[in-house]
């Protein structure tokens, strides 16, 4: 049997396992337990266990906070063993592989490699010139790991009344800065600016 569960609360259930064989079942009273790829058996929320299964519910729940990042998927076998069985009669048990997919949520940041940058460039540097090239890194998958990047004028020392200054560089999706105008070291010799990475999640 297969789940599909994004990262839930400790102890939140998502799922529960119930015997369906009424041949082999004709006893409605059962223990439930866990056996992780450890080899561990647990009823109880053991501290090494990720999952735990209510004891006499099947109701599965994490015992942990998953994380996406560090295991995408958990494969767990639930034994059911009955309870009410009266002598002479012997009770029986079965067992269940279970398969856990987690999915990823948007709970990481892009997070850039370095976090500030000087650069030197020349009088009148063309436009379309390329300046510097920033990267981002996110960890999560697909959309929320896809990163964009966008630029703002912090300050400058232009001459130019403030609603006149311009912002001569521009960034792309993979982070490349150009120079949008000719720079003009007499005009203005610096710049501060301001880059964001975004995640699309």
């Known amino acids: 049997k297969r789940f599909n569960i994004k990262i839930l609360a400790v102890g939140t259930a998502f799922g529960s396992v119930v015997p369906n064989d009424g041949e082999y079942f004709d ?33 599965l729940a994490p015992a942990q906070v998953l994380d996406y990042e560090k295991h995408t998927s958990y494969s767990l076998r639930v034994i059911i063993n009955e309870t ?14 279970l398969l856990i997919m987690v999915q990823d949520v948007n709970d990481n940041a892009p997070i850039f490699n370095i976090k500030q940058w000087q650069m030197v460039v020349s009088d009148r540097t063309p436009t379309s010139s390329p300046i510097l ?37 521009a960034i792309d999706s993979l982070g490349m800065i150009r120079s949008t105008a000719l720079l003009d070291w007499t005009e203005t010799s610096w710049y501060s600016l301001e880059v964001f990475a975004t995640d699309l999640g």
């Open 133 to 169: 090239t920033v990267f981002a890194q996110d960890p999560d998958s697909g959309a929320n790991g896809t990163v964009e990047y966008s630029l703002s004028l912090l300050s400058s020392n232009s001459m130019a009344p403030e609603e006149e200054q311009t912002l001569p560089f």
């Open 84 to 97: 009410d069985v009266l002598p002479p009669l012997t009770p029986r048990s079965t067992a269940t592989d």
């Open 27 to 59: 006893i409605k009273s059962f223990l439930y337990a866990i056996r992780e790829s450890s080899g561990f058996l647990s009823t109880t929320a053991d501290q090494d266990m990720v999952f735990n299964i209510g004891r006499d519910s099947g109701a």
